[in-house]
């Protein structure tokens, strides 16, 4: 029975599903991002010592452990983003590691959800992260956003749009406003898209000690959005003064005007943006795919110069992650994503008689020598039933051994001779095509 | 700190490991696998009804759950392998699936072994199986070895050797042979490389009742390898007499003739291979790296004909399984893999001062327009240090901006006047390449 939270594709989905990781990957690749991954566990410590999520941690037994173990500190729980156990990873292995450090990291992780709200509680994510020991320089959170504007833009999906904005912003923001509990003046702004802009201003009086004036600057700021630097000028008309306001809109400028150089269209600033994890010191971002705006970001992450610290050393860091099964989830929901077959496999050679296979099975080796994805038949059924295998799985050639053999198109019905050690199907054809709705 | 049975790699072990599940992806889809994932949790009642790993289950508990969860059927569990959850999918999908259905699958699978045993208790599986409905032509049994052949032959490591064996001559055997517990007899003699064959015959006369001489006579079975039909007479020599060995004798000859005829020198017929779990019905599968005997198998699995039913329907099967990470961490351990940088990177592009980082973005975009793995150097630093920061990563190309741009291959001290629009590197520098040792 299927297990509310856990999602699992049908093949042909799972094809799709492959093909878009691999154009992530090659695309991280090109950037340089070298592959890592992490244990899928960290000591439930690590897990709590960072970000809100800590709530929704999967812990594990051992169903022959002993009975008596009590949770505890060093209990396993299995990670809830790649960002967390990254951090732990370079701490533990800063020796044996160059700086900057730029890995790509592609996994599963797991959030206790209460299974009646319908979230996915396993899925799989697609990160890149820079961090650096002692400082990272900025330029590195200019460059995210390329990174996923080139990954996703190969891809038959909506365009993205990627909203970024600056911690410093907001907080310098509401420090020069006068409020002092500037998280959470973030985390009751965060929920603006939740919940109203009326119900945000009731509990920043409510819960952050703001005056119904400060409360509407507040809102005031978070409606600002701009696809070049005149978001500035909107911030200045505010009247708000602060150092930190400062440096934020500056840094700002710099990821929406390095994007606008670059990849015209892809970035927005957005200055509601806020991220609920508490580790992001700067910049931030989310991601909506065009059309598709109300199903939320389907990519996010940001700047966090203290996540990862040991004794007197500090790693800053800045990364962004792609959530693969929620981007996926959304786009199989409004069937807009389809795979030109189910199955891999190109060529099927037709089995005339069942003692024939070893000849057949040579012709699928030599095929397959050219790298042509090869399958034999499963059995000498009527030539017509064996069409139908290749038929029902999208399989576009099925070959006859003969004198000579002859290779089918199944889809126009063109037949012609062919030699196994030669003949080559369109480029098209090699692979399954994915494309868009 | 590391988790005991958790590995980790370093970059540039993952970098090989990257590149060796490529190629076994690579070689499935060649033979026509379609991708699947399962998801990583099943009920325990589906984990405790197959096998015998039942007992190393890692459960899952919502740190946040009801206080009041006693363990139960429904509880969710980790999987210990990637055939089990096969299965069941099979079974929950089964009206949207094409049989015979072949698919791949590469996941992580976890056991909750005691952690003093220095066992892996997270580790990568890369499994293929066929299943079909009602029956599944044997055949497929011979494919299996082919394939693995094929994957690990294109890999830098020692060639595999696969040891196959046939449930039902064991069976047939001990069961002409006048033993009625068969399954004890075999997981007995299945401890056999563990505990040597005087403690197999003793424990064969405690537990499985065996005389002396029907224990002997089932050493004397186990003893028996050849890598052509010539078995088959070994084992008749033995005087033994059931229809179930003529027919497991049978299968077994098929599978190393097979072979012989398309990998020759891959396939042994090796007596002794009995598999601990309990759900293979026929062939069976284990492998060994040539001049790593001694650390066991790297590639198992077998026939199934019983392991996925519901009603009146089944699903037989025969599928194989390459132990990843237990395959690398052996060769890791022995230094017998290495990989010519840590980094994908092939060009570093040199920055002369800050204010050209846009240009040098421009000449990265355009090497990386014809796929040339390329990153900015993150820091107009002095060029030494910038050639520094290339070579203790192994990126073998520096690109300096200039009128004309030259680019240097830092190995050789070559440079040369260059075109992003245009340079190629050659072939081989392109991408990271793995060897042996």
């Known amino acids: 029975m299927p297990i509310s939270g856990f999602p699992e594709w049908l093949p042909a989905q799972r094809m799709i599903e492959q093909r878009v990781i691999d154009r992530i990957r090659a695309t991280f690749e090109l950037y340089g991002f070298a592959p890592l991954e992490t244990r899928s566990v960290e000591p439930l410590e690590t897990l709590l010592s960072k970000g809100e999520t800590s709530k929704e941690v999967y812990l594990l037994h051992r169903l022959q452990g002993d009975p008596g173990d009590a949770p505890s500190d060093d209990q396993l729980g299995l990670h809830f983003d790649l960002t967390v156990p990254f951090a732990r990873y370079v701490v533990e292995n800063a020796g044996k590691l160059v700086f900057p450090f730029r890995r790509y990291q592609i996994q599963k ?7 009646q709200e319908g979230r996915y509680r396993e899925f799989l994510q697609a990160d890149i992260d820079v961090v650096n020991r002692d400082n990272l320089p900025f330029h590195y959170d200019t460059e995210m956003p390329l990174v996923i504007g080139d990954a996703l833009g190969g891809l038959p999906i909506p365009a993205a749009r990627i909203q970024v904005n600056n911690r410093k912003v907001c907080e310098g923001f509401y420090r020069g406003l006068g ?3 500037t998280d959470q003046v973030l985390r ?3 929920k603006l898209d939740k919940i109203g802009p009326a119900r945000v201003s009731e509990l920043l009086v409510e819960t952050a000690g703001a005056s119904p004036a400060q409360a509407s600057a507040c809102l005031d700021l978070a409606a600002i959005s701009a696809e070049d630097a005149s978001f500035v000028d909107a911030v200045r008309k505010l009247g708000v003064a602060d150092p930190l306001l400062d440096e934020g809109l500056e840094e700002l400028v710099r990821v929406v005007e390095t994007a606008r150089e670059h990849a015209p269209g892809l970035v927005v600033a957005e200055l509601k943006i806020a991220r609920g994890l508490d ?3 700067g910049t931030v971002y989310e991601t909506q795919l065009r059309g598709y705006e109300r199903f939320g970001s389907v990519c996010s992450g940001g700047r966090y110069d203290n996540l990862a610290s040991s004794g007197k050393e500090r790693f800053p860091g800045v990364g962004i ?5 929620r981007m996926l989830g959304v786009l199989f929901g409004q069937r807009a994503l389809s795979v030109s077959r189910s199955v891999p496999t190109c060529v099927l050679v037709a089995l005339p008689h069942e003692d024939q296979r070893v000849a057949c099975d040579r012709i699928a080796a030599s095929l397959r020598r050219r790298r042509i994805p090869t399958e034999v038949a499963p059995s000498a059924a009527k030539f017509g039933k064996q069409i139908q295998y290749a038929d029902r799985r999208g399989i576009p050639y099925v070959w006859f051994p003969g004198s000579p053999d002859t ?9 012609v001779p062919a030699d196994a050690a030669t003949w080559q199907p369109p480029a098209d054809d090699l692979h399954p095509v994915v494309s868009g709705a």
Chains 1, 2 share one sequence.
């Open 109 to 115: 992780v797991w959030r206790g959800e209460r299974p």
């Open 407 to 415: 290779v089918k198109d199944i889809r126009s019905g063109d037949q």
């Open 279 to 281: 580790y992001y010191t």
């Open 188 to 190: 009751t702004v965060d």
């Open 321 to 325: 992650s792609i959530g693969v099964s």
């Open 179 to 181: 409020l002092s509990d």
